[in-house]
């Protein structure tokens, strides 16, 4: 227990540091106000909150690469959080002459972990000291070609990084070594603490004085360091311990990837379309650097940064956060930020080397979402400065007169059905199925031959479907994605119109990019729609024994999972089960699932030319599809079977490129 004057000094420290650290949190949430948006109302954090908890006390995004440093990054965090009740525990000890929780199970069980996470705390810091410090992973530097705010650049990230790891492993070691102390004193073991009682015995042959020096020592240590380091929380990388599960909170669905927020251009009060300046994000977006906790796996996975190009997601985040914390005065006390956010953390390279695949943001282990500071800041390129590839013109062009962004004529829309029997809305009003064809399979001849696939498949199978002809128009997410918002504003309500008056039951798309745009963003206006996949649907037949198939050809079949399927809709299962349904078991890529890696054409990337970089994100992805073994490389995407079978032109010999359903036609028996 403490001295009088010792608990009398420990008081007026704790005042100062809780006194200047409420002055930093509170400038933290005067600059997340900052953005705009409401936040979530009472009920909405009630209802996420257990979940949010869950998913932050589990660390349930970190478990995806990395599996080394996941085990022991799990190993500080759970240490650490167990450590807000130590901390407790210890303070009362200082200032009440108790032992903590008592000498019950109850008391053995806290102990007994209390050691435990010390311990744990303690390797798991020296192993990331030592991963950054001496070992110097290159998984946690950046290339030359990214842009990077001065202080980063001048070791910014390296100082923090030390000084939270300095902290976290002092802070456990000296109240490890108090517990040593404390056992020594008493002159035995505890079987509770077996790390604990098996360093006491180093100290033994101490006199009492000075093992009461070094227990009284320790406390102060263990818990000065707190306190010192209070004020200077928020302005650390360590922050990311509280605000990851305030990132949590904000998302309504954890399991999907968040989605654009429309534009009101009804609303004659908004003056800028987009986003120019921090503070003209949304307030979740602002708290995002907040949660960034530097690790680099958004780069790791983006395939802009995998394949040469200049953005790095997690430099986005950093370069937020830096500047953040320069400007925290000024941004707290409502003043503008002086830098657009192409000034200092984003080139407008990087701006348009998205391809919008949502790797990111599903890989993020604190719920950063990226991608959507890079849309919002195309929107106001786009919007406001008009300033964009110039290759995307053709395909506003096509989209504004035609309905396509191949700007071919819309009464061509149907020319890929001739002689299939393929029934219009108009010819079967009262269909089971509103199929969705899509741009791509109605005006690209290579992506024509997979609608031709799938109206054979539907025939054979007897299914009552319809489609909507000349009257379906290209859905707008390349106009969405690219940061024509207004354009996309125009279709998706143009289409709306057109599928409420025809309320379909529901609607099989073949292209992701139309089912996430149909099934989910049209929900934002008004247009609410069951959606699925051309190879949901086709489970669904087999299920009911309505289509059976066999793919012929013994053949060794990889599938490239689209992001826009996977990541973005969580269909993973369905296309296996329907190249399992026909005899083909599937060879995995290594990056598969939810995992899989972008074929380069979403983000409008379709339409223009890509940006500089080592190499193709198609080449990329087709050469891992090519390391497998395969000779037959399926997709379930229009864009990325034009990407995929661009790339398996360049290569000698190269795989056959096949959307599934054209598979399955080959084993029907027609």
Partial sequence: MLTWPEKILFLFVAAAALYYGYQGFLRVYLVIRRGHGEFPSQNEVLARLGRAAVTWLTLKPIWKIRKMADVFHAMIAWGFVFYFLVNFGDLLQGYFPIQFLGEGFIGDAYRFLADIFSVSVIVGMIYFLVRRFV?????????????????????????????????????????????????????????AQPFASAVSNLWMGMGETGLLVGQHLSWWLALGLILAFIPYFPYTKHFHLIMSGFNFLTRPDLETIDLLEPIDFEDESIEEF???????????????????????????????????????????????????????????????????????????????????????????????????????????????????????????????????????????????????????????????????????????????????????????????????????????????????????????????????????????????????????????????????????????????????????????????????????????????????????????????????????????????EEEPGDQAVNLTRYQEAESTGADTLAVGCPFCLTMMTDAAKSAEDGMEVKDIVELIVEGLNL
Wanted: glycine share 8%; with cysteine; aromatic share 8%.
């Fill in 274 to 608: 987009g986003v120019s300046r921090l503070e003209d994000l949304h307030w979740t977006q602002i708290l995002d650097p907040f949660a960034c906790i530097m690790c680099n796996r958004c780069q790791d996975v983006c395939p802009a940064y995998v394949t040469g190009k200049e953005l790095s997601p997690s430099a986005l985040e950093v370069n937020k956060r830096y500047f953040i914390n320069q400007h925290m005065a000024s941004l707290a006390n409502g003043e503008p930020s002086e830098q657009p956010l192409l000034d200092f953390a984003i080139t407008e390279s990087a701006v348009w080397a998205c391809t919008s695949c949502g790797a990111c943001v599903d890989i993020c282990p604190v719920g950063n979402e990226p991608m959507l500071d890079i849309l919002e800041i195309r929107r106001h390129q786009v919007l406001m400065e008009n300033s964009f590839p110039h290759e995307l013109q053709t395909a506003f062009r096509g989209m504004e007169r035609n309905g396509n962004p191949w700007n071919l004529s819309a009464g061509d829309r149907m020319a890929w059905a001739e002689g299939l029997n393929v029934p219009t809305v108009d010819e079967n009003p009262d269909a089971e199925i509103l199929w969705w064809v899509g741009c791509a399979p109605s005006y690209d001849p290579r992506a024509r031959q997979t609608a031709q696939a799938f109206a054979k498949v539907l025939n054979h199978a007897g299914v009552n479907y319809a489609v909507l002809g000349e009257r379906e128009m290209c859905t707008g997410d390349s106009a969405r994605r690219s940061g024509n918002e207004y354009l996309f504003f125009e279709l998706a309500n143009m289409n709306i119109e057109t599928l409420n008056e025809v309320k379909p039951k529901r609607i099989v798309a073949t292209c992701p990019h139309c089912l996430q745009t149909l099934g989910r963003e049209y929900a934002q206006f008004g247009g609410h729609y069951e959606v699925i996949h051309h190879t949901q649907l086709i489970s669904e037949l087999v299920a009911q024994k309505k289509l059976r198939y066999n793919i012929p050809g013994n053949r060794k079949v990889t599938f490239h999972d689209p992001c826009y399927l996977s990541r973005h809709n969580n269909i993973v299962d369905a296309p296996r089960i329907a190249l399992m349904e026909g005899g083909i078991q599937p060879v995995e890529m290594p990056r598969h699932g939810k995992l899989s890696f972008c074929c380069g054409a979403g983000g409008a990337q379709m339409w223009k």
């Fill in 135 to 191: 070992l110097r992973s290159p998984e946690l530097a950046y290339r030359e070609n990214i842009k990077l705010m001065e202080k980063v650049k001048q070791g910014g990230i390296q100082r923090d990084s030390l000084i939270v790891g300095l902290f976290i492993l002092f802070h456990v070691g000296f109240r490890f070594l108090g517990e040593t102390f404390t056992l020594a004193l008493e002159g035995h073991a505890d079987p």
